[in-house]
């Protein structure tokens, strides 16, 4: 059932929400574009409180840690530190063109950091982290997505709420070329 809202189509799910296994073959899963948004529930977990340590970088050391404690999905702020040339990913060259080509930017200093992320499953089963981070010194911050490499400088600090009982995974969305999640 779908309700109008605000000038916009709402979908309606069943209240308790039923389970929604994952395709039994996730690779030859496509990802609908609907104009209507996606989600499903999720049940809080453990808590990691995390310090990353000079040199880090952060979404290998975040991933690593998610293989080691068996954390499938979850959700993530950070503060501290990011390190000179550290990189980010800071939008599409042109907005609507296809294929996307991201721009880049390499951070020229030290810069304070507050980001927030979610940890989910890609297609095999690995820890893929998506975090966009602010990264700000002096007057001028720039924002961006941390997956080309953002290193640590001296100490970040984490907190990973762990999402358990969820069926969220990343997906190859073919025209974007990203790993989208798949609530």
């Known amino acids: 059932m779908k309700k109008w809202q605000n000038g916009f189509f709402f979908r309606l799910y069943d209240y308790p929400p039923q389970k929604n296994p994952l395709p039994t073959d996730i690779k030859s899963h496509s990802i609908e574009r609907k104009k209507f948004m996606k989600y499903s529930l999720a049940q809080q977990g453990r808590i990691f409180v995390i310090r990353l340590e000079d040199g880090d970088i952060v979404h290998e050391e975040i991933e690593k840690l998610a293989r080691e404690q068996s954390i499938k999905a979850g959700a993530l702020i950070i503060v501290g530190g990011a390190a000179e040339s550290s990189t980010l990913i800071?939008?599409?060259?042109q907005g609507i063109e296809m294929p996307i080509n991201p721009m880049e930017h390499i951070l020229d200093n030290v810069?304070?950091?507050?980001?927030t992320g979610t940890l989910f499953p890609d297609d095999e089963g690995n820890p893929s982290l998506h975090m966009h981070m602010a990264c700000g010194r002096n007057a001028s911050t720039v924002t961006g997505c941390i997956r080309n490499?953002?290193?640590?400088w001296h100490v970040?600090?984490?907190?990973?709420?762990?999402l358990i009982d969820?069926?969220?995974v990343r997906l190859l969305d073919p025209p974007l070329g990203f790993k989208l999640l798949v609530p």
Do not use: C, R, S
């Not at 810069?111 to 980001?115: P, S």
């Open 149 to 152: 490499g953002v290193k640590v």
């Open 166 to 168: 969820t069926t969220g």
């Open 156 to 162: 970040m600090e984490a907190i990973l709420f762990e």
């Open 111 to 115: 810069h304070e950091i507050a980001g």
């Open 90 to 93: 800071v939008g599409p060259d």
